[in-house]
């Protein structure tokens, strides 16, 4: 069954990720080089630097320090966390950092194969696009009065780690 962008959304709803914005891509096979993952091992590596933009949005995954500092370091990737491409290379997506979006493994990153998968066969599939690099559902990001101190300890870090780099603005 084709879907529209509203039955997408609600499918995704159905799925608990009713924020989750979609796009569509038209289905035409392309062609992946095959050296395609030492350079997506690399552009990993790129990206998980990238994430001391979303230190908001990590907070709320509950990683404790040395998992945080090995994560924007580009080093490792903790337990139930995945990279995820926004297009997949063989429906033409790129290998480049805005092609890709960081979620937790369970549930999100299995609840959008099987939405991908549901929808084989289809000239259009309506791919899951969120707008931050890191995917965290509204409904656990909700925070009470008073601030989040876990995202204050968080940005104090990765404050100290992009000026450790060099990259102060």
Known sequence: MQLNEKSAEQRLADLGMDDMPV????????????????QYKK???????????????LAFLNLNQNEFISLIMG?????????RFRV???WGGELKTENLFLCQTFPHS???????????GNEI???????????VPAHTAGGGDGGNATSDRLSQLAAQIVAARGMEQ
């Open 125 to 135: 599939i309506w791919l899951p696009n969120p707008t931050k690099n890191v995917y």
């Open 75 to 83: 080093r490792a990737m903790p337990d139930n966390l995945s990279i």
């Open 43 to 57: 552009l990993c590596r790129r990206f998980m630097e990238t994430l001391t933009d979303s230190v908001s949005e």
């Open 23 to 38: 796009m569509p891509v038209q289905v035409r096979p392309a062609t992946v080089s095959s050296d395609w993952f030492p």
């Open 110 to 120: 299995q609840k959008l194969d099987q939405f991908i998968m549901e929808q084989s």
């Open 88 to 90: 997949p290379l063989i």
